[in-house]
């Protein structure tokens, strides 16, 4: 589904990714965790095409990125931050994404219903709470039938009630076919859900599994010992 | 591309004839055209004043309300990045989006004092529509440079100062610089020089524009009268016209170009 191959980032003389390749199958939920200003989010943006490579190539689809946009329809994504234009409302943002992603039918409005986004419709953004404008987020990244769904850092915010309705949507969706990708700088409710695990640290991958092959019970202890050991260490 | 650029603008539109700002904006409009209409017969005098508070506030509100509301609205760019949305589409829907309500303002501002008292004088239709374009060129001219700054720089607080600066730089430092130029150097042949330099700020030609249609090159200054000397009305106004059109084109491909090789 997204293939990535020896991707290099840097900002001027910081290296934000080094020589990442990665495989990312159809149908799998990907975590990709680290501390912070390890590269997640840079990884995601460049998926996205917000950003470009310095060196590398990225196919999604088998397609390879270039700066063509089209792409984009297939994929969902709900950021660390999300901010609309503060006078509109709720309802508008809906309708705007509709007309432009020219999508009518078809649409998953579960999300909106389950968070009951639908009494904040005539709200405006301006008015709405950090974790209502997350929701809205959320639903809006579901809501096209998106193939690939990225979702960067998506608990931060929310409570544990809207969590679990997240968790179980992104469960569902899972079961339906879709790919899922998510960050977290710490270890998330949402751990139990993922297939494989990819590790990021300075802006490498040092660690990149799938579940059934960690041995360790505890994926916590795995991630410490990495933290702790990584200087001076090898790593395979 | 076109039917998704109309799209953009509309909600953007939505968004901002929303904002406080802008009712003050067409309130300040309002209330200093109705005053000028209501103690004044002479449509030339009514004309020069409207001018120079247009061209004191529309590039001051035009290009620090673009600079604010793109930084304000990081996220929401970057949001629309990650959709199906061509960065050009993007770009320009943000840009016409931006500027249509400004523009708004000012037609609907002194409009309606105009339609109130529209009745009180002879209106000359012809300098009425320079009054009324250089108006809208105005607010395109500034909000281009706004877009241009806001792409090239990612520090908010850098970028308003340069906008500031803009501004400042081309309503009182630019005239400073010219009369010192005047005055150091009246001993050599100035004209082709001091023509140049009119075309090089943007609020200059406007002012130009409207001198040469009002016949009163000689009350308002040097510029005026060369521009009067080496033109004839017509053609200046011609002149000015395209390059005012260039200085809000310029600074938008050059900032469009910028936005399409961002990294956001």
């Known amino acids: 589904m997204i293939r990535i191959k020896n991707l290099y980032k840097s900002y001027g003389f910081v290296d934000a990714l080094q020589n990442i390749s ?10 990709l965790i680290g501390p912070n200003a390890s590269g997640k989010t840079t990884l995601i943006k460049l998926i996205l095409g917000l950003i470009k490579p310095t060196k590398g190539e990225i196919f999604v689809n088998g397609i390879k990125l270039n700066g063509d946009y089209k792409y984009k329809e297939i994929i969902g994504y709900m950021p660390q931050v999300a901010n609309f234009p503060e006078n509109l409302i709720v309802k508008e943002i809906f309708n705007m994404l509709k007309e432009l992603r020219n999508n009518n039918s078809d649409l998953d409005e579960e999300l909106i219903e389950s968070f009951g986004l639908e009494k904040e419709f005539d709200k405006q953004i301006k008015n709405l709470s950090g974790g209502t404008r997350q929701k809205l987020n959320a639903s809006i990244a579901f809501m096209f039938n998106p193939e690939i769904l990225i979702l960067d850092e998506p608990t931060a915010g929310l409570d544990p009630l809207s969590c679990s309705i997240l968790k179980e949507k992104i469960k569902k969706e899972n079961q339906n076919g879709k790919t899922i990708i998510f960050t977290s700088h710490i270890l998330s409710e949402l751990e139990e859900l993922a297939t494989t695990f990819v590790f990021l640290l300075d802006g490498k991958i040092v660690l990149s599994k799938k579940k059934e092959e960690i041995k360790e019970s505890n994926l916590e202890d795995v991630i410490i010992s990495f933290m702790k050991g990584i200087n001076g260490e090898h790593i395979n | 591309m076109v039917n998704t650029l109309i799209k953009i603008i509309k909600y953007q539109i939505h968004d901002i004839i929303r904002s406080k700002w802008i009712l003050i904006y067409t309130i300040f409009f309002f209330a200093f055209s109705y005053s000028i209409f209501s103690f004044s017969d002479n449509f030339t005098k009514i004309v020069i004043s409207l001018l120079n508070v247009t061209l004191l506030f529309i590039p001051l509100v035009s290009i620090i309300f673009g600079t604010i509301y793109l930084y304000n609205n990081k996220e929401y760019i970057v949001f629309m990045l990650s959709q199906p949305i061509k960065r050009e589409t ?23 004092p105009f339609l109130i008292f529209v009745n009180k004088f002879t209106i000359d239709n012809p300098i009425l529509f320079l009054l009324i374009t250089s108006g809208i060129l105005q607010t395109l001219i500034f909000s281009s440079l706004a877009f241009y700054i806001t792409t090239i720089n990612e520090n908010k607080l850098l970028g308003l100062g340069v906008s500031i600066f803009f501004w400042l730089f081309f309503t009182a430092i630019y005239d400073g610089i010219i009369l010192l130029l005047l005055n150091n150097f009246q001993d050599y042949p100035l004209e082709k020089i001091s023509l140049a330099l009119t075309f090089l700020n943007p609020i200059d030609l406007a002012r130009v524009l409207l001198i040469l249609k009002l016949d009163i090159s000689a009350l308002m200054g040097y510029t005026g009268a060369v521009f009067q000397k080496f033109f004839s009305n017509s053609f200046g106004i011609f002149i000015s016209l395209i390059a005012m059109t260039l200085w809000f084109l310029i600074p938008l491909i050059a900032g469009l170009k910028k936005f399409i090789k961002k990294d956001f």
């Not at chain 2, 993007?90 to 309606?112: E, K, N």
């Open chain 1, 22 to 31: 990665l495989e990312i199958e159809k149908g799998s939920i990907t975590y």
């Open chain 2, 90 to 112: 993007l770009y320009l829907g943000l840009y016409f989006g931006m500027a249509a309500p400004l523009i708004l303002s000012f037609l609907f501002g002194a409009g309606i």
